[in-house]
């Protein structure tokens, strides 16, 4: 499943391909497990509204929409309707689930398989080619729903989705903190808690346990403030070093153009069992918990 690193990955990618740009046709498969927001409604905000920005919240991909007062209005409208239409966006949420992508496409490329959601771009000014954006889900995990933002009142700015929990990399220390020590859960648990922190899943939780040298059997109520502050630490490196690379691609994540990431060849634990733990030699060993298979080493992770 994609984390925050592939997710921050698609999300980038897809925005500096098609920020600016207006959505002229919606195309969807009528598949209901996918949307979570009736199809026809979906299809109606989208249709010749503009993509202000993609960017991503936790593990979901938000798409901020703005509606131009005229339609077939250039893909640049003038300030003032911008600034008239800023207190209604729409945004669309994808979760990309277990197997979704979010494809940035040229029309004439065919369809994959499991394509669920075809949107037809106005293309950037003076380029003739258009585009399309492709969800793309075999297993239908993923989800696509609309959010609007509760409307801006006097010197605010509408309240945009902020998802379910905290954001893993600028979280402050006491906040990161005062989310985890109450927890009487293990860490590694209390980690892919989504409403504490957002975004992290079994790769990342397993490989920064590994570099805060923590076992993930660990209470997290029990860990004191200095391991609570090395896990921060080593947490938002480790994020940020994967999206340096693009993702971690352990089974079918690829970015928006489709090509894959790097960060699975820093993988120092996670689906290493049995090799040698490249500090101190002992076999990695992988444990159930949580439900979910959890990758340690005995010897450095206390
Ligand atoms: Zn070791």
Known sequence: MPELPEVETIAAGVHARVHGQRIVRVWTSGKPQTFKSPEDEIARALTGARIESVRRVGKTIVMTLHRGKTPGAPSFPALSERMGSVKTPTELLIHLGMTGRLLVSAPEIPLAPHTHAVLTLSGAPGESARREIRFVDPRRFGR???????????????????????????????????????????????????????????????????????????????????????????????????????????????????????????????????????????????????????????????
Do not use: M, W
């Open 144 to 302: 696509i729903s609309l959010h609007a933002p509760q409307p801006a009142t006097d010197n605010l700015q509408p309240a945009t989705f902020s998802g379910p929990g905290s954001e893993p990399l600028t979280i402050s220390l006491a906040g990161f903190i005062a989310l985890f020590h109450p927890r009487r859960t293990p860490i590694k648990a209390a980690l892919l808690n989504q409403s504490l922190l957002h975004g992290i899943g079994n790769i990342y939780a397993d490989e920064s346990l590994f570099r805060a040298a923590i076992r993930p059997t660990r209470q997290a109520a029990l860990l004191t403030r200095a391991e609570l502050a090395r896990l921060r630490t080593t947490l938002v490196k480790v994020l940020r070093h994967a999206i340096q690379l693009g993702g971690s691609s352990v089974s079918d994540y690829v970015d928006a153009d489709g090509a894959r990431g790097f960060f699975q060849l820093q993988h120092r634990v996670y689906r290493r069992t049995g090799q040698p733990c490249l500090v101190c030699a002992t076999p990695i060993r992988r444990i159930t918990l949580a439900g979910r298979s959890t990758h340690f080493c005995p010897h450095c992770q206390r």
